[in-house]
């Protein structure tokens, strides 16, 4: 009876190692991992390209791609202008093309299925939105590791400075520029989301995009601390029309890299860095 349960054992574990090897993420197959992408905008550009997902994958960017610089280099422009380069997407035969939902429509996407690839939306209107998709690149490129610890650095980067701030009375705004017609970060959107995570309350127009902001609104919303991509910020602090806003009369103004400031790329850890080190100055 001990041999014929031995061998059952034996003939079972022969059938388990001979059946065909398949990865499953989350409950998902992927036979194999894909390993040509095109990346259609410089967020997504960003994360196929960082060491620590799949920077061999990337075989197409766009001109306006530019971090990070090293595993650029050898990778074809596809896209030189507001429209991809179909012929020049097709040439580099992707698996998968990846693009910004913010910068596309879907009358643009519709000609990328013609390629055969599968394509794939960031939502970077939300923090919710980029984490997912980061989790959807991973099962199409097979960076589960990488971009797992790459979401270990996203939060560790926000639990660095919650607890300070949890609680905080400090309101922020975030602004493209802060003189003339100024476009402010939207309330429901990625800027206020990284606002909330670290226990402050992000002021502005209602929504998930940029929008225009006149400057009485931003007298009337007089938020604590403002972030803006204007390399220099002197102008905003010595607008007469500010005088009286807390951020100014505390000096609580930061200018913050563009390139890091706008883009859901793989420097949203360092973003969310450099915003709680300046909230937690002020709080």
Not at 166 to 189: N, R, Y
Not at 220 to 249: C, M, W, Y
């Amino acid at each position: 009876m001990r041999i014929w349960v031995a061998l059952t054992l034996l003939a079972t574990l022969f059938l388990v190692g001979c059946a065909p090897s398949v990865q499953t993420v989350g409950g998902i197959e992927r036979k194999e991992p894909f390993t040509r992408g095109v990346s259609l905008s410089p967020s997504t550009t960003e994360l196929l390209a960082s060491t620590a997902m799949a920077p061999q994958a990337l075989v197409g960017r766009t001109a306006n791609c530019n971090f990070p610089p090293v595993a650029l280099n050898q990778v074809p422009v596809v896209m030189n202008g507001i429209k991809p380069d179909l012929e020049k997407i097709t040439a580099a035969k992707p698996q998968v093309i990846l693009y910004d939902k913010a910068l596309y429509s879907e009358s643009d996407v519709e000609p990328l299925k013609a390629t055969g690839a599968q394509i794939l939306g960031l939502d970077s209107s939300t923090l919710a939105g980029y984490r997912q998709f980061l989790r959807e690149l991973a099962t199409q490129v097979g960076s589960e590791q990488g971009i797992s610890d790459y979401l270990d650095k996203v939060r560790a980067a926000t639990d660095k400075h919650k607890t300070a701030l949890t609680g905080s009375a400090l309101t922020v705004m975030f602004i493209l520029e802060p003189t003339g017609a100024a476009m402010a970060a939207g309330t429901e959107g990625f800027h206020a989301d990284i606002a909330r995570e670290l226990g402050v309350t992000p002021v502005g127009p209602k929504g998930t995009k940029f929008m225009a902001i006149n400057a009485e609104e931003i007298i009337r919303l007089n938020p604590s601390v403002i972030f803006t991509t204007a390399g220099n910020v002197e102008p905003l602090l010595k607008d007469p029309r500010f005088a009286t806003l807390k951020a100014v009369q505390k000096q609580a103004v930061y200018g913050i890299n563009p390139d890091v400031f706008l883009r859901a790329g793989s420097r949203v850890d360092a973003l969310i860095d450099a915003i709680g080190a300046q909230l937690s100055r002020n709080r």
